[in-house]
């Protein structure tokens, strides 16, 4: 074998090193195009607006009434009233079908000495017989309300409004005395 000058045996190796440089960049031409990331950020989807009428809703409330003017007869305007209630209300697993109970309790009086009156505190039901001092008289009334509704909410997001149907039942009780009176 011969041996090679040492300026050729330099000349080769930078030919060798060209070509590698220029193949190299030749592969990246000839690649394509660059790679997106995978990861892009994705706003995440907006909540679901609230809803204002739910299924399986219990709610219960309570209040306090005081009222003048009560009473019919020469009595009338004469007595007042006070006392307060309760109120249950139940919307079944269909939202748009629920049931309402309602009850009130008051103390009915008149003032003055002891005395013995008829009194109609409803119109349209019969009267109690006020006995005693001042007249004093326990009345309340129960009512229980069949109610369909319609809540907009569905049709109108964010709307809290809703249309209301109802039947209601109810009592009428007075003193000792119970006179029982349904309204259909």
């Known amino acids: ?3 090679m000058p040492v300026k050729t045996a330099i000349m080769k190796r930078l030919t060798a090193l ?3 440089t220029l193949a190299s960049q030749a592969v990246v031409t000839f690649a394509g195009e660059p790679m997106v990331s995978s990861k892009q950020v994705i706003a995440p ?18 209040f306090g009434t005081y009222a003048t003017g009560v009473g019919s007869g020469e009595n009338a305007g004469k007595l007042h009233a006070w006392g307060g209630g309760l109120d249950f209300t139940y919307w079944f697993p269909w939202k748009y079908a629920g049931m309402r109970f309602q009850g009130a309790g008051v103390s009915i009086s008149g003032g003055g000495g002891s005395r013995t009156k008829e009194v109609t505190v409803v119109p349209g039901f019969a009267p109690v017989s006020l006995t005693g001092g001042g007249g004093s008289l326990a009345a309340g009334i129960m009512t229980g309300d069949f109610m369909l509704r319609l809540p907009l909410d569905d049709f109108w ?6 249309a209301l149907r109802l039947r209601r039942f109810w009592r009428y009780f007075a003193g000792r005395r119970r006179e029982r009176q349904y309204c259909p």
Do not use: K
């Open 1 to 3: 074998m011969a041996i």
């Open 18 to 20: 060209a070509i590698v």
């Open 45 to 62: 989807p907006l909540p679901p607006p609230p809803e204002y009428f739910r299924p399986n809703e219990f709610d219960i409330g309570m």
């Open 157 to 162: 997001p964010g709307v809290s409004l809703g």
